[in-house]
């Protein structure tokens, strides 16, 4: 009878020193912050049966006293939000907490990976294939003054061999605007109006879209307009809901609709029907630039008379230190004032291929590049090996590690 009544007092009490400090806790916690009424009513509710408030009214609560500040940290993560494949692997430091007797413990193992992180050759000499470390300087084109007082470009130094090999590396392997160019989507079966107008067709789909894309865009037009196929007079009588229809795939499809409407029109009537045979009657067309304009007129009507200067051209150009220009408008002219006439064709060609496969937008593979091996190209990035460690956690049951301290008691009373 006793035991019993001590068991029951001490259970009392137990429970009523649970309620208190409970009490003390919110207490502390609820110091600082703003409380509403419907928070204060929670706090009362809590303190007096000791369970929790509803779950519906708990989740009111912490929206009306946290919508500002999440609305604000969400604003700024999605402002400042990076792909995490660009960081590397790191071990973020753990707070440590006080463990019950029944949480299981962890033991940590380090095991090491391998990362690999890029840099540029001004940090990180690149080593050639002899083994001697090589740093590449820009060495664009020069304006001198000759004798006469007449200004003299000197194309830059090494350009030819930096030429060769690219060309060389051009030969390896097949880019999508060797099968799918503009210059290789007109049919050869129609009569050489309808291709050359065919060819501008592709080269104004081209804007902003990729080979592929833009090949199937006018595989679309060749084979579902009425027989013969892709010619001015069928442009002119198709709908235009239908020809956005067709060549939907394509960046900016709805303006390139407007564009090929209504350069349909103006070539019936200013140009008898065929496109134009100058560069400022291309240029006069809507939707069409100058890159368009010097493409068209060395694709369709065989005559070379500038350089079309593209977003590959533009990019490469510049990494290589030819120059050191912000619009393709000024790489082609200084491309033009130093660059041998009969390479205006092919440079087109040769380098956006070269930026499909080796030196891309993003991630260029300088590795497999001859240019970076021969310490050739500035703009080289080298690859190095960084070791990282992760952590590996092991549990350990509770009753092991409470055994474990319970033992190391007793070894320090004795």
Same mark, same amino acid.
């Given at each position: 009878?006793?035991?019993?009544?001590?068991?029951?007092?001490?259970?009392?009490?137990?429970?009523?020193?649970?309620?208190?400090?409970? %009490?003390?806790?919110?207490?502390?916690?609820?110091?600082?912050?703003?409380?509403?009424?419907?928070?204060?009513?929670?706090?009362?509710?809590?303190?007096?049966?000791?369970?929790?408030?509803?779950?519906?009214?708990?989740?009111?609560?912490?929206?009306?006293?946290?919508?500002?500040?999440?609305?604000?940290?969400?604003?700024?993560?999605?402002?400042?939000?990076?792909?995490?494949?660009?960081?590397?692997?790191?071990?973020?430091?753990?707070?440590?907490?006080?463990?019950?007797?029944?949480?299981?413990?962890?033991?940590?193992?380090?095991?090491?990976?391998?990362?690999?992180?890029?840099?540029?050759?001004?940090?990180?000499?690149?080593?050639?294939?002899?083994?001697?470390?090589?740093?590449?300087?820009?060495?664009?084109?020069?304006?001198?003054?000759?004798?006469?007082?007449?200004?003299?470009?000197?194309?830059?130094?090494?350009?030819?061999?930096?030429?060769?090999?690219?060309?060389?590396?051009?030969?390896?392997?097949?880019?999508?605007?060797?099968?799918?160019?503009?210059?290789?989507?007109?049919?050869?079966?129609?009569?050489?109006?309808?291709?050359?107008?065919?060819?501008?067709?592709?080269?104004?789909?081209?804007?902003?879209?990729? %080979?592929?894309?833009?090949?199937?865009?006018?595989?679309?037009?060749?084979?579902?307009?009425?027989?013969?196929?892709?010619?001015?007079?069928?442009?002119?009588?198709?709908?235009?809901?239908?020809?956005?229809?067709?060549?939907?795939?394509?960046?900016?499809?709805?303006?390139?609709?407007?564009?090929?409407?209504?350069?349909?029109?103006?070539?019936?009537?200013?140009?008898?029907?065929?496109?134009?045979?100058?560069?400022?009657?291309?240029?006069?067309?809507?939707?069409?630039?100058?890159?368009?304009?010097?493409?068209?007129?060395?694709?369709?009507?065989?005559?070379?008379?500038?350089?079309?200067?593209?977003?590959?051209?533009?990019?490469?150009?510049?990494?290589?230190?030819?120059?050191?220009?912000?619009?393709?408008?000024?790489?082609?002219?200084?491309?033009?004032?130093?660059?041998?006439?009969?390479?205006?064709?092919?440079?087109?060609?040769?380098?956006?291929?070269?930026?499909?496969?080796?030196?891309?937008?993003?991630?260029?593979?300088?590795?497999?590049?001859?240019?970076?091996?021969?310490?050739?190209?500035?703009?080289?990035?080298?690859?190095?090996?960084?070791?990282?460690?992760?952590?590996?956690?092991?549990?350990?049951?509770?009753?092991?590690?409470?055994?474990?301290?319970?033992?190391?008691?007793?070894?320090?009373?004795?």
């Amino acid at each position: 009878m006793k035991l019993n009544v001590g068991a029951a007092a001490r259970k009392k009490s137990v429970k009523h020193g649970g309620s208190a400090l409970c %009490d003390r806790a919110l207490q502390k916690s609820a110091i600082g912050r703003r409380q509403t009424r419907s928070f204060a009513t929670s706090l009362q509710a809590f303190s007096a049966d000791g369970n929790s408030p509803n779950k519906t009214k708990d989740a009111t609560i912490k929206q009306e006293d946290f919508t500002d500040d999440d609305s604000e940290l969400s604003s700024l993560a999605s402002s400042t939000a990076v792909d995490i494949e660009d960081f590397p692997i790191e071990i973020s430091p753990s707070r440590k907490r006080k463990r019950e007797s029944d949480t299981p413990a962890t033991t940590l193992t380090s095991i090491s990976t391998r990362t690999t992180t890029r840099s540029s050759p001004r940090k990180a000499g690149l080593k050639a294939e002899d083994g001697t470390v090589k740093k590449a300087r820009r060495q664009p084109a020069q304006k001198l003054y000759n004798e006469a007082g007449e200004v003299e470009i000197h194309a830059p130094k090494n350009w030819e061999e930096m030429y060769d090999s690219m060309k060389e590396m051009r030969k390896r392997s097949l880019a999508p605007v060797d099968t799918m160019g503009c210059e290789t989507l007109a049919e050869e079966r129609v009569s050489p109006r309808d291709k050359r107008f065919q060819t501008l067709i592709a080269l104004m789909l081209s804007s902003q879209t990729k %080979d592929t894309t833009n090949a199937i865009a006018m595989r679309r037009l060749q084979s579902e307009l009425p027989v013969p196929g892709l010619t001015l007079e069928n442009i002119l009588d198709v709908d235009p809901v239908r020809l956005n229809e067709m060549i939907y795939v394509v960046g900016f499809h709805n303006n390139k609709t407007r564009y090929i409407k209504a350069t349909a029109v103006i070539l019936r009537d200013s140009f008898a029907g065929d496109i134009p045979d100058t560069i400022e009657g291309l240029i006069s067309l809507p939707g069409v630039g100058p890159k368009m304009a010097y493409l068209c007129l060395s694709a369709a009507w065989g005559r070379t008379e500038g350089i079309g200067v593209d977003v590959h051209v533009h990019r490469i150009t510049n990494l290589w230190g030819w120059h050191k220009t912000k619009q393709p408008e000024e790489t082609r002219a200084a491309l033009e004032a130093w660059l041998p006439r009969e390479k205006w064709h092919e440079i087109n060609h040769l380098l956006v291929g070269f930026g499909q496969t080796i030196c891309l937008p993003v991630g260029r593979r300088c590795g497999e590049c001859t240019l970076s091996a021969k310490g050739l190209c500035p703009s080289a990035v080298a690859q190095k090996i960084r070791v990282t460690k992760k952590v590996k956690k092991e549990q350990v049951s509770g009753a092991h590690l409470q055994g474990l301290e319970m033992q190391t008691v007793k070894e320090e009373l004795l």
